[in-house]
């Protein structure tokens, strides 16, 4: 396949961050996109020379001359789309979470067949420093794994400029709050750099709303979380302390952690610039010996056109994508069992 053929559903700001820095040597055509916002998807269309727009995404995906259909839209409705596309013969590229439910991703795993189908939960994992964290790991100077800590809290600025999105914080919309916004890329993300061997098995957890100071932040009615903490059991006795914030109360802090027998890495998942891996190693008779293992620069770009890339090279190579929807799944799992266990106060055993 020389020319991938690209059909775009959602023309707002996440939408644009798959195409706008693609290069033309990628083989990436954008043949149709499809909006709500006819001003939007006009817009899109005239900036990126695209022929054909579309006020449905149906529309687009059963008249569009395309071979993959990208999903840029809040939650509630990917599903139906994902599902009308792999049942189209279309590959699928969908924003994260994919799904509502675990339910939800299980029939889509069913109807993609020989398709291929990603998501965008892996575009942390393309940066150098990452591939460079994977590569490490894979050689295992850790020792057996104890335990992967990931926080991430930011604290609440000034009041938003303009009317925060509806649909941010809103579970019959989103599926979730900070979980299913940012819990998808930090949970693939240590997934991904420890070569999905984790297997969760257990969640306790808790879960709480947008803190007094800053209700104002949200949309009105919003219930989702915007801060939790999660104890996620694996097996082999290795224990994943997760916990994201925002719009706290409290300062920011950001802290990444693998931890073994035998050592610890520490590292960032945000690009940046003058990034450093540092292994910490036990040694006998010396202690903790810190050693730099990779330093560099962390392009932001990266994160924005590799899941479209990997897609098509999955296609190309007939491999499956960085983040497949089997992976999907699995994340859908622990997000599952997070509000399960949130709302029941028990820990929750995950299948």
């Not at 053929?5 to 959602?10: A, D, E, Q």
């Not at 675990?102 to 067949?113: K, M, W």
């Not at 915007?226 to 409290?250: K, N, P």
Request: proline fraction near 7%.
């Amino acid at each position: 396949m020389e020319r991938v053929r690209v059909g775009l559903i959602g023309c707002g700001v996440i939408g644009k961050t798959h195409i706008n820095r693609l290069s033309p040597e990628a083989g990436i055509e954008v043949v149709a996109v499809a909006d709500r916002i006819a001003e939007r998807a006009a817009a899109y269309a005239s900036d990126y020379q695209v022929p054909q727009t579309f006020s449905e995404g149906a529309d687009l995906i059963d008249q569009a001359p395309v071979d993959v259909v990208i999903l840029a839209f809040p939650t509630a409705g990917r599903h139906d789309l994902g599902l009308r596309a792999l049942r189209a013969g279309k590959h699928l590229l969908t924003e994260k979470p994919v799904a509502m439910s675990v339910p939800q991703l299980r029939e889509l795993i069913a109807a993609q067949g020989s398709l291929k189908a990603g998501t965008c939960s892996c575009r942390f994992r393309f940066t150098p420093s990452a591939q460079a964290a994977t590569a490490l790991l894979a050689r295992q100077p850790l020792g057996h794994l104890r335990a992967v800590r990931c926080r991430n809290l930011i604290a609440a600025g000034q009041a938003p400029a303009g009317p925060p999105p509806e649909w941010r914080l809103k579970r019959h919309l989103n599926g979730g709050g900070i979980l299913v916004n940012w819990g998808c890329y930090d949970l693939d993300y240590v997934l991904g750099l420890t070569g999905w061997t984790l297997r969760p098995q257990t969640v306790f957890a808790q879960t709480w709303p947008v803190t007094p100071p800053f209700r104002t932040y949200a949309a009105p009615d919003s219930e989702a979380e915007t801060h939790l903490v999660a104890l996620i059991r694996c097996q082999d006795g290795i224990v994943i302390e997760y916990e994201r914030g925002e719009f706290m109360s409290s300062p920011t802090e950001t802290a990444w952690s693998v931890i073994g027998c035998s050592g610890a890495l520490h590292l960032q998942m945000l690009p940046g610039n003058g990034k450093k891996l540092l292994l910490h190693r036990g040694v006998t008779g010396e202690g903790v010996v810190a050693e730099e293992v990779w330093s560099g620069d962390d392009p932001p770009e990266v994160t924005s056109t590799g899941p479209l890339l990997d897609l098509v090279a999955a296609i190309r190579e007939d491999r499956e994508p960085s983040s497949s929807l089997t992976r999907a799944l699995a994340l859908q799992q622990i997000t599952d069992a997070v509000y399960e266990s949130a709302a029941s106060g028990r820990s929750v055993d995950i299948a």
